[in-house]
């Protein structure tokens, strides 16, 4: 009988290790440990499993439970092993010491065998130590036996030998390199990433290790902030994923993807082509090496399946999805919608012509995992996306619940890693296995609703059938057209007529086919600015109500300059007419403006200055009646009568002499004295401050005496 299947999970409170398919129970040798716990991971080989506390790390192997070593590294964020789980990798936090010099944060610990159990391990077992600031990318990259081992630097990456981590080994040199992902195939292949700079395309060059004299295949891009990469199993073919932070066309907000395709050997690169619209949700290598399989395009997605020449060679039916996972033997694919979508996952056989099993309902779930013996899947629903709800399901690859186990505050739960010739390749539906009583148990409190339920219609919709503006692309309804607006996204697939930019206050459009107007958009004029273009709206729309008004003769008279009056010649017609906005000081010919009274405390100089101020009578005007506005001629019949107005600038700030201002300035301070006293009189407690400034009382009078200011006037 093949071992059974492991999963282990970690809650807020404790670390669980459970026998899956078939048994269904605890780890029998396995105690758990209470407490806050940060992290934990499986070895890729399966032998061990880890996790950190915030005193230390523990190790046990993972078949019976015990223990096999303790690390001293307290606070410990991120774990991880080698690929045959010779050396373990702690990361803390970046900290300084009594120096202010980084202190080195990422180790690299040897695994003790299991001939010592129960021996904690010491700073002797630490056979490589590094500063790594970043939590990104934070972990070493080793090859598959691993005899080497990698990681990125400024403009470099270095590689050291496994047993000796003191010294670099060898250097990759690339200006700007970012990101690297070495193949965890045969043949010692290295991908790195130089994202776009200063105007040059981001590339993509792979190298075979140690030749690092030139690239053996390189891609050259643009739109590319940032990619990820991935080998297929066998090392010999490389998918990158780019995508930018930013979508100039405005068709979204998450920025663009595109997918390229490298040969390790250099023979084959090239840029897949996608038939549909819209952002790459997933992309996942089957484990054959030889297909892989893209679901992308706006909602309803398109699933395809493409080989190793980027030619697709089968395409599922559209829906609302954005996963896809092979199975380990790479017989069956899950194709499923997560995250905002209502967690459908469609299982297919691809040996069966891609005929479909079943759909299996996982709700609300964040977390879904093949098992190593293909049998079955993993869904679950953690924390922090959603802190209701936590629990761990395993399905039957024919649809079936298996096992149900609820917790509190599930945060990470993972599959044991075991090799596929562990567990050959069966017919999975003969027999079907029974479920455990857990899954009987949750199954039975499951409400089976009494009719299919569907969206909300109100009363007078009812018992008709769905217009096709309201069915998604897979239930016959529209494609989903985007016209590059994030805003004005109403078209083919919107609700009611297309919604127009109108500018407030100017005049609509006609409907098309009914004739142009000054609005109406031209050729060329698509080229220009949404700022310019509003501009030449606004000004064809003036020139034609100018023409209008002169046609019907309600074109005003063309004004004179008046003597005394400063229009301003670049002011607009409009703004001229406005006589009752027009800021001109000297109002030469407006109404006669009353004569402000006198300061009574006015200073003998500045009374003596008052007639200098006064606006000079107004010239003659001309002969020609017409052209002198109704005020100046209502002044010109009265001139023989009445003296012309005495308009004198009484403003505080309207001008005068140096030494008119600092007398205003004194005033304005004593009257501040003044109410200083006043409030003091009253009980209330001045700042320092404000009894400073009383104190000044006697210079300011001084000051205003000696220029000619006399309190008795």
């Not at 780890?27 to 070895?43: A, Q």
């Not at 030889?290 to 493409?306: D, R």
């Not at 409400?447 to 219609?457: E, H, L, V």
């Not at 012309?644 to 403003?651: A, E, K, L, Y």
Request: aromatic fraction near 8%; charge should be positive; hydrophobic fraction near 30%.
């Amino acid at each position: 009988m093949a071992a059974p299947t492991q999963i282990a999970y970690r809650t807020s409170k404790n670390i669980g290790v459970v026998d899956a398919a078939p048994v269904y129970q605890p780890l029998p040798g396995f105690t758990r440990p209470e407490g806050n716990s940060r992290c934990c991971v499986y070895s890729p080989c399966g032998r061990y499993f880890a996790w950190a506390s915030p005193e230390k790390v523990t190790v046990i192997d993972a078949s019976v439970g015990h223990i096999i070593t303790t690390l001293p590294a307290a606070n410990v964020f991120e774990l991880g092993f080698s690929p045959l789980g010779s050396f373990i990798i702690t990361w803390q936090r970046p900290s300084k010491d009594e120096n202010g010099d980084a202190i080195k944060n990422l180790k690299v610990w040897t695994v003790l065998n299991g001939e010592t159990p129960d021996r904690e391990a010491d700073e002797r077992t630490v056979v490589g130590r590094f500063v790594q600031k970043s939590q990104t990318g934070w972990n070493l990259q080793y090859t598959f036996d691993e005899h080497y081992c990698a990681r990125v630097v400024t403009n470099e990456v270095q590689f050291y030998r496994s047993e000796d981590l003191g010294t670099v080994w060898n250097k990759l040199r690339v200006e700007g390199v970012s990101d690297f992902a070495i193949s965890p195939g045969e043949n010692h292949s290295i991908a790195v990433f130089v994202p776009e700079r200063k105007g040059q395309p981001a590339a993509v060059k792979v190298y075979n290790v140690p030749d690092f004299d030139g690239p053996v295949s390189q891609k050259n891009f643009f739109k590319g902030d940032k990619v990820q990469l991935k080998w297929n199993r066998e090392g010999t073919t490389l998918i990158v994923l780019a995508q930018t932070e930013v979508d100039k066309s405005g068709k979204s907000y998450y920025g663009e993807t595109t997918l390229y395709l490298l040969s390790a050997n250099g023979g084959f690169d090239s840029r897949i082509e996608l038939d549909k619209d819209g952002p790459i949700h997933d992309v996942t290598w089957s484990p054959n090496s030889k297909e892989f399989g893209v679901v992308y395009g706006y909602m309803p997605a398109k699933t395809t399946i493409f080989d190793t020449r980027a030619k697709a060679t089968h395409s599922f039916a559209l829906g609302p999805r954005n996963t896809i996972l092979f199975s380990p033997h790479g017989r069956f694919v899950l194709v499923a919608g997560f995250g905002n979508l209502a967690g459908q996952m469609d299982i297919y056989d691809l040996e069966k012509d891609y005929q479909k099993i079943c759909t299996i309902e996982a709700s609300n779930a964040s977390v879904c995992e093949w098992s190593p013996d293909g049998k079955h899947i993993l869904t679950a629903t953690t924390s922090p996306r959603l802190r209701v709800d936590n629990g761990v399901r395993i399905w039957h690859v024919g649809g079936g619940l298996m096992y149900n186990e609820n917790l509190q505050e599930l945060y990470h739960v993972t599959w044991r890693p075991q090799n596929t010739a562990t567990h050959p390749i069966e017919d999975p539906f003969h027999p079907i296995p029974t479920p455990h009583a857990s899954a009987l148990e949750y199954l039975g409190t499951v409400k089976t609703p009494s009719k299919p339920a569907g969206a909300y219609r109100p009363p007078g919709a009812r018992g008709q059938v769905t217009p096709l503006a309201f069915k998604r692309e897979d239930e016959g309804g529209a494609a989903y057209v985007s016209n590059g607006s994030l805003s004005l996204g109403i078209g083919a697939n919107g609700f009611g007529k297309p919604r127009k930019r109108e500018v407030p206050g100017a005049e609509l459009a006609p409907e098309e086919g009914n004739g142009t107007t000054p609005n109406a958009v031209v050729d060329g004029d698509e080229q220009l600015s949404k700022a310019a273009l509003k501009n030449k709206k606004k000004r064809e729309s003036k020139k034609a109500k100018d023409a209008a008004e002169k046609s019907t003769g309600l074109t005003p008279a063309p004004e004179k300059s008046v003597p005394g009056s400063f229009p301003s010649p670049n002011r607009s017609p409009e703004r001229r007419d406005r006589k009752g906005h027009e800021r001109n000081r000297s109002r030469g010919y407006a109404e006669p403006r009353p004569q402000s009274r006198p300061d009574r405390r006015r200073a003998p100089d500045q009374q003596q200055q008052q007639p200098h101020l006064k606006t000079p009578p107004a010239p003659a005007p001309t002969s020609k009646s017409n052209g002198v506005p109704p005020p100046l001629r209502a002044t010109k019949q009265s001139s023989s009568s009445s003296p012309p107005p005495d308009v004198t600038v009484t403003s505080p700030g309207g001008g005068g002499t140096p030494q008119d201002k600092k007398t205003r300035a004194l005033l304005k301070k004593l009257r501040a004295i003044d109410d200083l006293k006043m409030r003091r009189a009253g009980g209330e407690k001045l700042e320092g401050t404000q009894i400073k400034k009383m104190n000044t009382e006697d210079e300011v009078r001084k000051e205003l005496e000696g220029l000619g200011w006399n309190e008795n006037e």
